[in-house]
């Protein structure tokens, strides 16, 4: 299973589960990803760290 937000995978028994009201399940590797999605409202390819910045990042040099 991988990360909505950063896109790493989850090893089995870790992580969190997230099911918002419209049945969207929305999986997470840690509170950091978390945060940054629910709270914060970031989208990931905004942020350096994760999988979709980076291939952004590579794509374009």
């Not at 945060?35 to 760290?49: D, E, H, S």
Request: hydrophobic content about 30%; overall charge positive; charged content about 30%.
């Amino acid at each position: 299973m991988r990360c909505t937000f950063c896109g790493n995978d989850i090893e089995p028994g870790t992580g969190t589960l997230y099911a918002k009201t419209d049945g969207k399940i929305i999986h997470f590797c840690s509170s950091k990803c978390e945060k940054n999605m629910l709270k914060l409202k970031r989208k990931p390819r905004t942020v350096a760290w994760t999988a979709e910045a980076q291939s952004l990042k590579r794509g374009t040099q």
